[in-house]
């Protein structure tokens, strides 16, 4: 980052919670976790929390965004109640759609679905979420100034996952670009990275759990694991202490999409037990605002559960579910309950249900299992075997069922959680925008690679890869530039190589970019087109053999790749275009 970027912002888009924070240069040098960071008022009651719903209103002309976050939620609510909420989109948890595994396609043109099923293009939803966020930021940098600042003059950080592809990564800069930010002042953070670089500077007196252990005070050499525990995703990664401001990764970033809506869709799935698909999406698209109802009293009742909870949780539940259930089955709800297999486990009755603890903690089973096997499977490997320390960032590690469940699993293993878990990655966001140094080195996912052509060998050689060239019959293959596990040095090259024109007069080189998770593959064929490349050659030449060098750097946030032309001597960078 150039040292004229006085300021830095960032935002932290996550699948449910959202916010955004800033940082001035002085202020970082003095405090680096010094920050200002927003306070969000729910509308109802006195809750204020330093993140808000990823909800969007948006007016029927899918272009103009009427309100965000609690806002939307309450607006939304409102509009229900007087059945207007039809002429409106309203999207939340849309940022999964973005969560693929290496090989899935993402493309600019994808569409997603509001909560009523109307599609719009995700790509403007991201950039009009992203917009609102900027422009909110920008409202409160303004008022604690003297002189006026643009959002120009910020270098903006944007919080990814660290186990999202290089396409999703791809789809969030372009949604920040259209929402306004340039892409030389933009930096892509990967969240757990971010949450531990911000808790290297935390006092022991600053966690809720870990005893006397403070990840700022751990020796060179130290290593720990970051359990980012999201929303949408649960980001796990290695870390080890190289010095006092800086970390290296030892093991690249995993996991799922095992966050917090777990759970939810586990509630959802038993309403849709106990009253039938038809009856809950009825409900849920003619009694809209008893729908959201449902859902904001289990946000509440879901952050309360503790492990030793034996009472039963009580819930409002609105009149009109036993009425829809009654219209479209004939029968009555209570009946059906006690008719189930859920007879012991909820009681019914008017406008309140009461659910046995051992069945609302049974809802976080499948989040929490598949994090535990996960965790497990990790400490097997020899590089994290010897690991003293989990550090548990996120909003949904604020969950005393999954604090207990890990320090339960993993009793020989301390825990520490930051006070204030849901907001370490926006406060680290920050400090890897001042000192993007933080990260020394990465572990590779993927081994990467471009399709080039060798010689084809007959009899060795797929028929179907064979090509004919000016310098005669040859065999589309792989040629590796980095390995899966590699360990890489941030922001240097990793390799370059040499490749040469095959046809008379190219005046353009085009190269697919693959990936994979074998080490060693020979043919493209066993790998994942994942992007593609393009540059243009000046004065073109007669014969084939011109030679063009191509590096890449993987090591970043996003691959950066670099072309220089052997007979210019013209070098010039050039992003992936990952998204087709």
């Given amino acids: 980052m150039a040292a004229r970027d006085l300021l830095v912002g960032a935002i932290d888009f996550g699948t449910t919670y959202s916010g955004w924070a800033f940082s001035f240069l002085h202020d970082f040098q003095t405090d680096p976790i010094k920050a200002s960071v927003k306070q969000w008022h729910s509308g109802s009651g006195t809750l204020v929390t330093e ?85 909110d930021m ?44 340039a892409t030389n002042k933009l930096t892509i953070a990967l969240e757990p990275e971010a949450a531990s670089i911000f808790c290297r500077h935390l006092s022991v007196h600053t966690t809720i759990s870990g005893g006397n252990t403070s990840i700022a005070k751990m020796p060179v ?25 800086s970390v290296k990764e030892i093991e690249s970033a995993s996991g799922g999409g095992w966050g917090g809506i777990l759970v939810d869709k586990a509630f959802e799935n038993l309403l849709i037990d106990l009253a039938g698909p038809e009856v809950y999406n009825t409900f849920k698209r003619t009694e809209t605002e008893d ?61 309140k249900i009461r659910f046995s603890a051992s069945l609302f903690k049974s809802l976080f089973e ?14 097997r490997d020899e590089n994290v075997s010897k690991i003293k320390t ?41 400090v890897y925008g001042h000192s993007p140094v933080s990260i020394r080195e990465r572990v590779l996912k993927y081994t990467y690679g471009v399709e080039t ?67 060693n593959p020979k043919y493209t064929t066993e790998c994942s087109l994942i992007g593609n490349l393009k540059f243009h050659l000046p004065d073109p030449e007669e014969q084939p053999g011109r030679e063009i060098i191509v590096s890449m750097t993987l090591s970043g946030t996003e691959i950066i790749v670099k072309a220089v032309d052997k007979k210019t001597g013209k070098d010039t960078s050039v992003f992936i275009n990952f998204l087709g």
């Avoid at 039809?86 to 679905?113: S, V």
Wanted: proline share 3%.
């Fill in 453 to 519: 052509t060798d010689p084809f060998i007959e009899g060795t050689d797929p028929e179907h890869l064979k090509v004919k060239t000016a310098t005669g019959v040859r065999c589309r293959v792989f040629s590796k530039h980095v390995e899966k596990g590699q360990v890489v040095k941030c922001n240097e090259p990793q390799v370059e190589k040499p490749y040469v024109t095959q046809h008379k007069f190219q005046s353009n080189v085009a190269f697919d970019i693959f990936a994979t998770e074998q080490c």
């Fill in 291 to 351: 729908w959201l109802d449902i859902w904001r009293d289990f946000e509440v009742k879901k952050r309360l559960v503790a492990p030793n909870k034996t009472a039963r949780i009580n819930m409002k539940f609105p009149l009109s579910f036993g009425r829809t259930y009654e219209r479209c089955t004939k029968g009555k709800l209570l009946d059906a309950i006690e008719a189930s297999k859920y007879a012991d486990d909820i009681q019914f009755g008017e406008d």
């Fill in 390 to 430: 989990i550090l548990m960032v996120g909003g949904y590690s604020e969950s005393t069922l999954l604090q207990h469940s890990i320090r339960s699993e993993f009793s020989d293993i301390n825990v520490v959680i930051p006070i204030g878990a849901s907001s370490t990655i926006l406060r680290g966001a920050l």
């Fill in 138 to 181: 920008m409202k409160s940098v303004k008022d604690k100034l003297t002189s006026a600042v643009e959002k120009d003059e910020v270098h903006w950080v944007l919080t990814v996952p660290a186990i999202w592809t290089d396409a999703a990564k791809q789809f969030m800069r372009e949604a920040a670009v259209q929402a306004g930010l």
């Fill in 221 to 245: 050499g130290t290593r720990y694991m970051v359990l980012d525990a999201g929303g949408g995703t649960i980001d796990i990664t290695v870390h080890e202490v190289v010095s006092e401001n």
């Fill in 366 to 379: 499948c989040s929490i299992n598949k994090v535990i096997s996960h965790v497990s499977t990790l400490l």
């Fill in 51 to 135: 993140k808000a719903p990823t909800c969007l209103l948006i007016k029927s002309d899918g272009k103009t965004l009427e309100a965000f976050g609690y806002d939307a939620e309450n607006q939304y609510r409102e509009l229900a109640d007087n059945e207007m909420h039809e002429e409106y989109y309203y999207f939340r948890r849309f940022k999964m759609a973005l969560n693929k595994k290496l090989g899935e396609k993402l493309d600019r043109g994808m569409t997603i679905e509001d909560e009523m099923g109307k599609s719009m293009v995700a790509l403007n939803v991201f950039a009009m979420a992203i917009e609102y966020l900027v422009g």
